[in-house]
């Protein structure tokens, strides 16, 4: 079946530094990729829209110029957290999309900031 | 109003039990259904999805009432590795693919 890779899977950075995390989609091409957070017993909430090639949607209330997002080619999108602080830590999971929409996620990165 | 709300539980239950989940959405346009389960630190997991005739998978069983905006997911006979997360998860009526999750409910099949 279809994988999804993250890396890093995990990540302990300062406050104040930027973390990418990137997500590949490793045996299929995904035009479309998604970023979502989850925080301790609360539920994936969508953060952005990435579509290859062009600018992310970003979902109400969040930063776009916090969390960037890069889709540069079908198979790679990244996101970074930019001068990370404490309340920026939390579960990062990414979904690639088959065509005909098969959903597939990343098994997810954990950022700790202290 | 949460667009997707489930019961958090937890639901502990003995092993061979029948548990039932619900889950209510508040988008009539919505499009999909699905459930998925999570374990503690990983990614979700797709577990079925969910049609307005019903559909069954083993142990499994997944209803959806449009009308009433409710889905449910019914499991037979638990078994310790039933122990998870399920979330309800709805895709909305554009074709932008968007996933709306539910919390979860946490079921804990003991022996």
């Known amino acids: 079946g279809a994988v999804v890779s993250q890396h890093p899977s995990w990540v302990i950075c300062k406050s104040g530094t930027s973390v990418k995390i990137e997500c590949r989609s490793l045996d299929f091409q995904a035009t479309t990729m998604f970023w979502y957070r989850q925080f301790p017993k609360q539920s994936l909430m969508l953060m952005a829209t990435s579509n290859e090639g062009s600018k992310a949607t970003y979902e109400q209330g969040v930063e776009k110029d916090k969390f960037l997002i890069n889709h540069a080619s079908l198979t790679l999108s990244t996101l970074t957290v930019t001068s990370a602080h404490p309340e920026d830590s939390s579960f990062y999971i990414c979904?690639?999309?088959?065509?005909?929409?098969?959903?597939?996620f990343g098994p997810g990165t954990r950022l700790t900031v202290l | 109003r949460k667009e997707v709300e489930q019961d958090p539980g937890p639901f502990n239950v003995p092993e061979g039990a029948t548990v039932a989940f619900n889950c209510t959405y508040s988008n009539s346009a919505s499009q999909s259904f699905f459930w998925y389960r999570q374990d503690c630190r990983k990614e979700p997991k797709l577990l079925m999805s969910v049609y307005s005739s019903g559909n069954e998978d083993g142990r499994f069983t997944a209803q959806l009432n449009r009308a009433s905006q409710y889905i449910s997911l019914l499991i037979r006979d638990s078994k310790l590795s039933d122990s998870a997360t399920y979330l309800c998860?709805?895709?909305?009526?554009?074709?932008?693919?968007?996933?709306?999750f539910g919390q979860g409910t946490t079921l804990q099949v003991k022996p």
């Open positions: 979904r690639a999309d088959k065509e005909g929409n098969e959903q597939f």
């Open positions: 998860v709805v895709g909305l009526s554009s074709n932008t693919g968007k996933l709306i």
